[in-house]
C-alpha cells in the first residue's frame, strides 16, 4: 500500500497542484493523499467526484500534523520516501524500494514551499527526479510509474476505450 | 530535439500549472515549451529567470496558432507526439518513439481543457499515460522520463550536491 502526504497546502496558490498530486496517486495506485496546511473543502470535494465517476475509493485527507504522520506509519513500520531536488537520485534507490514495496507500506512525502528539515532526517530515503527545480506533481508522477509495474484497473461510471486518434468514453448509468 | 507545446494557457487558472509544464520539459531536457491561449508574460518571465540562476537557455514562447506550430513542424520533418487520456498506452510505443528520437525532432502536446479533434489526426501518436483523469504535468514527466536515458547536465549560477538527508545547495557569484 502506498500513501502520498503532500505537505503544506495554499489556498488558492496551491488548489490545483495539489488536486494534481492527488489525481496522479489516484492514477498510479495509492491509497489515498493527506494533506496539511490549509483544509480545502472544495479541493478534497474535486477529488471525491472524480473517484466517484472513474471509480476507486481514493480520498483526499486533511491532518494537522504531517510529522505526526510520518512518525505514526513508521511505527506501524512503512518505509518514508521524501521527494525533494536536494535528494539523491532516485534510480539508485528504485531496486531496493521495489524490495521494499513487497513487504511494507511507504509513504511518499511531497512539498510545500519550504519542508522542514525533520522530514529529511526521519525519512528513510531523500530522493531527487533530476536535481533541478520543476513540480512536485512530476517527481511524484515518474516515481509511482516506476513503482506501479502495472496499471491499476478502476471500475467506474466513466472509463476510456484507448485509440489511436478518436476520444472513446463510455459512461455507465 | 524536444520541442513541448502546451495548448490553451488560461490567467490565472493555468499559472502554475503551466510554468510546472515549462519547468518539467527544462528539467528533462527539451529545448523549449511554445504555449497557446492567454499570453503571459509573468510566466515566462518566472521560467526565464529559472534557467538564468539553473543554466540553460529554456524559454516559454508564446504562439497564437497551436496547429499552425504542429503543420510547421510536421513539414521539417519532425513527429508529433500529443498526450492525452483517450489515447493508447505510451509503453506500446516506446521502443518505436526512442528510435524516432535518434533521427527526428519530436514535438510533444499536452492540453489544454478541451483540445479541438485535429490535434488527434495530425498527431503521429496519440499516447496516454493511464486512462485515467490526472495531470498534463505528470504525463509530460513520465514521457519526457523515459525518453531521457540519462539526466541533462545544467551548468547554471545554481546546482545541488545529492544527499542522503541535508539540502546542499552550490551558488556562484
Redesign the interface.
Known amino acids: 500500500m502506498i500513501i502520498v502526504l503532500r505537505l503544506g497546502h495554499r489556498i488558492p ?2 488548489e ?2 495539489t488536486t ?1 498530486v492527488a ?2 496517486s ?3 495506485g495509492a491509497e489515498k493523499m493527506i494533506y496539511t496546511g490549509q483544509k480545502d473543502s472544495g479541493m478534497e470535494e474535486s477529488v471525491k467526484k ?1 473517484s466517484e465517476e ?1 471509480g476507486g475509493n481514493f480520498i483526499a485527507e486533511y491532518s494537522k500534523n504531517g510529522l505526526g504522520i510520518v512518525k505514526e506509519m513508521r511505527r506501524k513500520g512503512s518505509k518514508i520516501i521524501h521527494l ?6 532516485f534510480n539508485e534507490k528504485m531496486e531496493e524500494i521495489k524490495k521494499i514495496e513487497e513487504n511494507s507500506d511507504i509513504l511518499i512525502v511531497v512539498g510545500g514551499a519550504q519542508v522542514p ?1 525533520e522530514f ?2 526521519i ?1 528513510d530515503f ?1 530522493l ?8 512536485e ?6 516515481l509511482l ?1 516506476e513503482l506501479n509495474s502495472k ?1 491499476k484497473v ?1 471500475e467506474g461510471k466513466k ?2 476505450t ?8 463510455i459512461t455507465k448509468n
Do not use: C
Open positions: 496558490r496551491d490545483r497542484i494534481h489525481l496522479v489516484r492514477a498510479f472524480i472513474w525533494t531536488m536536494y535528494g539523491i537520485d528539515i529529511y532526517k525519512s531523500n531527487s527526479v533530476t536535481n533541478q527545480p520543476h513540480s506533481v512530476a517527481a511524484l508522477a515518474v510509474n496499471n478502476f472509463r476510456i484507448p485509440s489511436e486518434n478518436k476520444k472513446i468514453i
